[in-house]
């Protein structure tokens, strides 16, 4: 058996089994969307699904793509038709100017335009498929027959004999003649057209009402049952057709008093097919149910008086056997999951009341529901059996008109109603109610709750004025246990909030902060203290039971009091949540209203929210205001209107939500691939692509609304993420290039779980972070680090061995500065000073020669030392030649400031070589005396020492040496310090310039030195 035929048979037997039950199918009992609000702006034309199961709406303006949850625009136009083709995947969108392809898989639509045909441009208004090859489109005057494959057509004209323009409006191929088409056309009647031999024939309806003849003619659907068509036409109800006879009857949806159908405006949009032999006829008017095989109307549904046009009338089954209806007002549901929800509305309602619901007993052995309302104009009886209403006004109405229902007792014979000024009494069969005659002087205040503990005896409470008991016999009226208010003073300043009477005749007594219990020996509980912690409990909001317990609703929550322990207190909180009524149910699961009807079901495990979308009628602006058990059943209430359901009936949820993926735009981009993300399960990105942004949904038409959705990102996350409400999309950002996996799940509201939708991302990897590029730079830094220690080995050896030379020539440099020559004139020089008894002058000599010995052998200790200190050893020595030359000879030693700074430090014995040898050399042998001058210049990387004397020259030097000039053995030494310190060997290192006056003759020599300090440069 093929899945259609058992899904057909399943919607038959649910239709068998609501035809004699005597519970039909009803279409009022639908369920809206929140996102296809759209839509009712717009003129639903046709329905179709594609093979993923998402539902295609065409209307007068637009087609859209209906997931559940969201309604996504695909394309424009005035559309007609929709049609598919599963062997090619596609949907063939008909709209008056031509053809939208859409590919379900590939998500491409293709924009086929069919216009100026046979010189003119005409409307597309009807379209079917002869075969896999062709489709057929009725246009103006003529038939085109389009080639899908090669996107050709050609045109077939038809003419009437009527002598008019002929427009085609509905097609069907002949089940039992492929050759041969029907055609429903404008004023024209039904067309036979034979499309091997191009011929036609023409019938018309000329046996229907005068008034309904063009009407009756323009034929708008057609379905074939046998040898029957069955025609729906524009304002003319259905035509029941036999072609080989040529008999014909017309029926109409709408209702008509007798058999007067003039005015009828029953026109016929949709022809539904429910399965082999019934179907439903879609009217501007109503809808019918009907049956093929036996000729008849099994349900009708029409609009009420007042509306123009039917809303509900059916457009679509689906695969799932979902009816979808709607034309005028948008696309609604009739789900068979739904429960069975029978909704009552109080036809006595105006606008007047406020129609608040109290209380709703059921009386008279279950035949009829009593009803108590606050601002209403009496008691409300609905009979269960006649499907009637009837309103019991009390026997002298109030100045008002208003009866202020409070509470509602009902027994065998009829039921006490407590209005908040008086007690009334109604007895079966009663036109009005009767007040009671009680002793009411002693009873003050608004009367509110009460309480049968007994026949004959009534419980009041009263708003300000505490409890009272009523004999009904005797009408006497007396406190109800006077001793409660000497135990609890503070209740007299407070409002009374509720008085329950349990099964067990416990009384449960309410106010403010207090939650009191007198048990059937007269001992009374307190269980405020037990409640919300010991806090203040403010008010109480509503109190019932179960089998087992007593519930208490407060604005902390609801709390659980097992009343089987009584008079022992053991108390549960069940919800933090503020309810306002509560009831439990025969299976002891409660019912409970905040903003809706909630369900908690037995064992705390869930809670399950109702509402219009599950056939509960609509509250209104006040919301649901009263819930209570009603026999078997639970009975919801707002002002006029309730809503009355069998526990056992509620279906839970089955259908599981279908995740998909909607959108990916990468790096803000939409990411386009050859596939709809439905089919596409892995993606391929390139390294820089690795900003994502998911967007999804699912496939989900019973209570989308109440869908939760989790991801993952495998590879980057560990956990689950819970989406957050109305939160469609997740982004990811910088992600590193890798292999991650995108799961994707949703839920229906029984937290069933679909199956993972995955979704396979490879980004790849950035060249400079792939294994191969990052061995090669780990061979280039092992290459670098060896050639730059192999560098540094080198740079310390050649350091070492300029160290190591440096060292030799600064012994030598102070081998040279300390000669004997130097030495004996020094002292020979001090011993001539002590005999010529130059004291004074000795000891300044002698003082001068000891500091430049101590300079000296300080430099003997270390390579390098500071500025300042070779400069005194230089100043020293200066004074001692002076001295010991008898002043023959005037010097001038010019140091700027900062050079004197400790932090800079040089070779040492640098300077004294040159010195020395401008004195010996240049000075001495000048017999009228000389000077010598030498500066110092501070610069970044080195110090420029100037030597400058007036002596003979060099020239001069070398003939009174008699012998070629040779530079002195401590300047040769010097020079190679220089050069060895120099990094880059500055040839100017060392410069001797000798000096001429302007007639050519030697005026002396001048030495530059450029000394690299603080290492070298």
Same mark, same amino acid.
């Given at each position: 058996?093929?899945?259609?035929?058992?899904?057909?048979?399943?919607?038959?037997?649910?239709?068998?089994?609501?035809?004699?039950?005597?519970?039909?199918?009803?279409?009022?009992?639908?369920?809206?969307?929140?996102?296809?609000?759209?839509?009712?702006?717009?003129?639903?034309?046709?329905?179709?699904?594609?093979?993923?199961?998402?539902?295609?709406?065409?209307?007068?303006?637009?087609?859209?793509?209906?997931?559940?949850?969201?309604?996504?625009?695909?394309?424009?136009?005035?559309?007609?038709?929709?049609?598919?083709?599963?062997?090619?995947?596609?949907?063939?969108?008909?709209?008056?100017?031509?053809?939208?392809?859409?590919?379900?898989?590939?998500?491409?639509?293709?924009?086929?335009?069919?216009?100026?045909?046979?010189?003119?441009?005409?409307?597309?208004?009807?379209?079917?498929?002869?075969?896999?090859?062709?489709?057929?489109?009725?246009?103006?005057?003529?038939?085109?027959?389009?080639?899908?494959?090669?996107?050709?057509?050609?045109?077939?004209?038809?003419?009437?004999?009527?002598?008019?323009?002929?427009?085609?409006?509905?097609?069907?191929?002949?089940?039992?003649?492929?050759?041969?088409?029907?055609?429903?056309?404008?004023?024209?009647?039904?067309?036979?057209?034979?499309?091997?031999?191009?011929?036609?024939?023409?019938?018309?309806?000329?046996?229907?009402?005068?008034?309904?003849?063009?009407?009756?003619?323009?034929?708008?659907?057609?379905?074939?049952?046998?040898?029957?068509?069955?025609?729906?036409?524009?304002?003319?109800?259905?035509?029941?057709?036999?072609?080989?006879?040529?008999?014909?009857?017309?029926?109409?949806?709408?209702?008509?008093?007798?058999?007067?159908?003039?005015?009828?405006?029953?026109?016929?949009?949709?022809?539904?097919?429910?399965?082999?032999?019934?179907?439903?006829?879609?009217?501007?008017?109503?809808?019918?149910?009907?049956?093929?095989?036996?000729?008849?109307?099994?349900?009708?549904?029409?609009?009420?008086?007042?509306?123009?046009?039917?809303?509900?009338?059916?457009?679509?089954?689906?695969?799932?056997?979902?009816?979808?209806?709607?034309?005028?007002?948008?696309?609604?549901?009739?789900?068979?999951?739904?429960?069975?929800?029978?909704?009552?509305?109080?036809?006595?309602?105006?606008?007047?009341?406020?129609?608040?619901?109290?209380?709703?007993?059921?009386?008279?052995?279950?035949?009829?529901?009593?009803?108590?309302?606050?601002?209403?104009?009496?008691?409300?009886?609905?009979?269960?059996?006649?499907?009637?209403?009837?309103?019991?006004?009390?026997?002298?109405?109030?100045?008002?008109?208003?009866?202020?229902?409070?509470?509602?007792?009902?027994?065998?014979?009829?039921?006490?109603?407590?209005?908040?000024?008086?007690?009334?009494?109604?007895?079966?069969?009663?036109?009005?109610?009767?007040?009671?005659?009680?002793?009411?002087?002693?009873?003050?205040?608004?009367?509110?709750?009460?309480?049968?503990?007994?026949?004959?005896?009534?419980?009041?409470?009263?708003?300000?004025?505490?409890?009272?008991?009523?004999?009904?016999?005797?009408?006497?009226?007396?406190?109800?246990?006077?001793?409660?208010?000497?135990?609890?003073?503070?209740?007299?300043?407070?409002?009374?909030?509720?008085?329950?009477?349990?099964?067990?005749?416990?009384?449960?007594?309410?106010?403010?902060?207090?939650?009191?219990?007198?048990?059937?020996?007269?001992?009374?509980?307190?269980?405020?203290?037990?409640?919300?912690?010991?806090?203040?409990?403010?008010?109480?909001?509503?109190?019932?039971?179960?089998?087992?317990?007593?519930?208490?609703?407060?604005?902390?929550?609801?709390?659980?009091?097992?009343?089987?322990?009584?008079?022992?207190?053991?108390?549960?909180?069940?919800?933090?949540?503020?309810?306002?009524?509560?009831?439990?149910?025969?299976?002891?699961?409660?019912?409970?209203?905040?903003?809706?009807?909630?369900?908690?079901?037995?064992?705390?495990?869930?809670?399950?929210?109702?509402?219009?979308?599950?056939?509960?009628?609509?509250?209104?602006?006040?919301?649901?205001?009263?819930?209570?058990?009603?026999?078997?059943?639970?009975?919801?209430?707002?002002?006029?209107?309730?809503?009355?359901?069998?526990?056992?009936?509620?279906?839970?949820?089955?259908?599981?939500?279908?995740?998909?993926?909607?959108?990916?735009? *990468?790096?803000? +981009?939409?990411?386009? &691939?050859?596939?709809?993300? /439905?089919?596409?399960?892995? %993606? $391929? #990105? !390139?390294?820089?692509?690795?900003?994502?942004?998911?967007?999804?949904?699912?496939?989900?038409?019973?209570?989308?609304?109440?869908?939760?959705?989790?991801?993952?990102?495998?590879?980057?996350?560990?956990?689950?993420?819970?989406?957050?409400?109305?939160?469609?999309?997740?982004?990811?950002?910088?992600?590193?290039?890798?292999?991650?996996?995108?799961?994707?799940?949703?839920?229906?509201?029984?937290?069933?779980?679909?199956?993972?939708?995955?979704?396979?991302?490879?980004?790849?990897?950035?060249?400079?972070?792939?294994?191969?590029?990052?061995?090669? *730079?780990?061979? +280039?830094?092992?290459? &670098?680090?060896?050639?730059? /220690?192999?560098?540094?080995? %080198? $740079? #310390? !050896?050649?350091?070492?061995?300029?160290?190591?030379?440096?060292?030799?020539?600064?012994?030598?440099?102070?081998?040279?500065?300390?000669?004997?020559?130097?030495?004996?004139?020094?002292?020979?020089?001090?011993?001539?000073?002590?005999?010529?008894?130059?004291?004074?002058?000795?000891?300044?000599?002698?003082?001068?020669?000891?500091?430049?010995?101590?300079?000296?052998?300080?430099?003997?200790?270390?390579?390098?030392?500071?500025?300042?200190?070779?400069?005194?050893?230089?100043?020293?020595?200066?004074?001692?030649?002076?001295?010991?030359?008898?002043?023959?000879?005037?010097?001038?030693?010019?140091?700027?400031?900062?050079?004197?700074?400790?932090?800079?430090?040089?070779?040492?014995?640098?300077?004294?070589?040159?010195?020395?040898?401008?004195?010996?050399?240049?000075?001495?042998?000048?017999?009228?005396?000389?000077?010598?001058?030498?500066?110092?210049?501070?610069?970044?990387?080195?110090?420029?020492?100037?030597?400058?004397?007036?002596?003979?020259?060099?020239?001069?030097?070398?003939?009174?040496?008699?012998?070629?000039?040779?530079?002195?053995?401590?300047?040769?030494?010097?020079?190679?310090?220089?050069?060895?310190?120099?990094?880059?060997?500055?040839?100017?290192?060392?410069?001797?310039?000798?000096?001429?006056?302007?007639?050519?003759?030697?005026?002396?020599?001048?030495?530059?030195?450029?000394?690299?300090?603080?290492?070298?440069?």
């Amino acid at each position: 058996m093929s899945s259609s035929i058992l899904r057909n048979g399943i919607l038959i037997f649910m239709l068998q089994l609501g035809l004699y039950s005597g519970a039909q199918i009803n279409l009022d009992n639908n369920v809206s969307f929140q996102s296809t609000k759209e839509l009712e702006n717009h003129k639903i034309i046709s329905m179709a699904e594609d093979g993923f199961g998402f539902i295609y709406i065409a209307t007068n303006k637009q087609v859209f793509r209906f997931d559940g949850i969201v309604l996504n625009r695909l394309c424009s136009g005035m559309f007609v038709e929709i049609l598919t083709h599963k062997a090619d995947s596609c949907l063939y969108f008909i709209h008056r100017r031509g053809i939208y392809r859409f590919n379900w898989i590939t998500g491409k639509i293709e924009d086929i335009r069919i216009e100026n045909v046979n010189n003119v441009t005409g409307n597309l208004l009807s379209a079917v498929f002869r075969n896999d090859d062709e489709l057929l489109l009725g246009y103006d005057n003529g038939l085109i027959i389009f080639d899908k494959n090669e996107l050709t057509h050609t045109f077939k004209p038809i003419t009437n004999k009527l002598g008019t323009n002929t427009t085609f409006l509905s097609l069907l191929i002949d089940a039992e003649n492929p050759s041969k088409l029907w055609m429903g056309s404008r004023r024209a009647g039904l067309f036979e057209y034979d499309l091997d031999a191009h011929t036609h024939k023409q019938i018309i309806f000329d046996r229907v009402p005068n008034d309904l003849k063009d009407a009756s003619n323009t034929i708008t659907e057609i379905y074939q049952y046998g040898e029957k068509l069955y025609l729906g036409t524009w304002y003319g109800g259905i035509l029941n057709y036999t072609p080989e006879s040529g008999s014909y009857k017309q029926f109409f949806v709408q209702n008509f008093e007798g058999d007067q159908v003039e005015g009828a405006q029953d026109h016929i949009y949709k022809i539904l097919p429910l399965s082999a032999d019934r179907l439903y006829f879609s009217s501007t008017k109503g809808a019918m149910l009907y049956d093929l095989i036996e000729e008849r109307e099994l349900a009708r549904f029409n609009s009420d008086d007042g509306i123009l046009s039917y809303s509900n009338a059916p457009q679509f089954v689906d695969s799932q056997n979902r009816l979808w209806i709607g034309r005028e007002r948008g696309i609604r549901l009739i789900d068979t999951l739904r429960s069975n929800v029978e909704v009552l509305r109080n036809p006595y309602r105006d606008n007047k009341g406020w129609y608040i619901p109290r209380k709703a007993i059921l009386a008279d052995n279950d035949s009829m529901i009593l009803f108590c309302t606050f601002s209403g104009k009496g008691l409300y009886v609905y009979d269960l059996e006649e499907k009637t209403w009837q309103v019991i006004p009390p026997e002298n109405p109030a100045r008002d008109q208003q009866f202020r229902g409070y509470d509602l007792e009902v027994d065998e014979t009829g039921a006490f109603i407590l209005e908040q000024s008086k007690l009334y009494r109604y007895n079966f069969g009663d036109k009005t109610l009767k007040p009671v005659q009680i002793k009411s002087d002693s009873l003050k205040g608004e009367l509110i709750y009460m309480a049968r503990p007994s026949r004959n005896k009534l419980i009041i409470m009263t708003r300000y004025d505490g409890l009272y008991e009523v004999d009904i016999n005797s009408g006497n009226v007396s406190p109800y246990m006077p001793d409660l208010y000497n135990m609890f003073p503070d209740l007299a300043s407070y409002s009374g909030d509720e008085l329950y009477l349990d099964k067990g005749g416990r009384l449960w007594m309410a106010w403010k902060n207090h939650l009191l219990l007198t048990m059937t020996n007269g001992e009374i509980l307190n269980l405020s203290p037990h409640l919300n912690d010991g806090d203040d409990i403010l008010n109480i909001n509503y109190i019932t039971e179960s089998d087992t317990f007593v519930y208490v609703a407060l604005p902390s929550g609801v709390y659980e009091i097992d009343k089987t322990q009584l008079p022992e207190i053991v108390v549960e909180k069940i919800s933090d949540r503020d309810y306002g009524v509560i009831a439990a149910d025969q299976s002891n699961d409660l019912w409970l209203i905040r903003d809706g009807l909630f369900n908690l079901e037995n064992g705390k495990t869930s809670i399950v929210e109702f509402g219009i979308n599950d056939g509960l009628h609509d509250p209104g602006r006040y919301g649901y205001e009263y819930v209570n058990t009603l026999g078997k059943d639970i009975i919801v209430g707002s002002r006029g209107q309730f809503s009355i359901i069998n526990p056992k009936s509620i279906q839970k949820n089955n259908e599981i939500p279908d995740p998909y993926i909607k959108q990916i735009t *990468i790096n803000g +981009l939409d990411h386009k &691939t050859d596939s709809s993300y /439905y089919v596409v399960k892995s %993606l $391929k #990105l !390139k390294p820089n692509e690795n900003n994502l942004t998911i967007g999804f949904s699912a496939l989900a038409f019973t209570k989308p609304e109440s869908i939760k959705f989790r991801y993952k990102l495998e590879g980057a996350e560990d956990q689950w993420n819970l989406v957050q409400p109305n939160q469609r999309n997740v982004t990811y950002s910088n992600l590193d290039g890798g292999n991650y996996n995108f799961m994707l799940e949703a839920s229906n509201n029984n937290l069933i779980w679909s199956n993972t939708k995955s979704l396979k991302l490879d980004i790849a990897i950035p060249f400079y972070k792939n294994k191969w590029f990052l061995s090669l *730079i780990l061979f +280039l830094g092992i290459f &670098t680090i060896y050639t730059q /220690y192999r560098k540094r080995l %080198l $740079k #310390l !050896k050649n350091e070492a061995f300029i160290s190591e030379q440096l060292l030799g020539l600064e012994k030598q440099a102070l081998r040279a500065q300390m000669n004997p020559h130097f030495v004996f004139n020094a002292l020979n020089s001090i011993q001539h000073l002590i005999t010529e008894g130059e004291e004074k002058k000795s000891i300044l000599y002698l003082n001068k020669f000891s500091k430049l010995l101590r300079g000296i052998l300080d430099n003997s200790q270390s390579t390098r030392h500071t500025l300042s200190h070779e400069l005194e050893i230089l100043d020293n020595y200066l004074e001692l030649e002076f001295l010991r030359l008898g002043e023959q000879f005037t010097y001038e030693l010019n140091i700027p400031e900062s050079l004197f700074d400790e932090r800079i430090e040089m070779q040492g014995l640098l300077f004294q070589p040159f010195i020395e040898n401008a004195i010996h050399h240049g000075l001495a042998p000048k017999s009228s005396g000389g000077n010598l001058k030498v500066d110092f210049e501070n610069h970044e990387h080195y110090i420029r020492c100037i030597i400058e004397d007036d002596g003979i020259g060099r020239v001069k030097a070398r003939e009174i040496a008699s012998k070629r000039y040779h530079k002195s053995r401590g300047i040769g030494i010097v020079e190679k310090r220089i050069k060895l310190m120099s990094k880059s060997h500055d040839p100017d290192a060392i410069k001797i310039i000798d000096l001429y006056t302007e007639t050519g003759e030697s005026k002396g020599t001048r030495v530059e030195l450029k000394i690299p300090i603080n290492g070298t440069k």
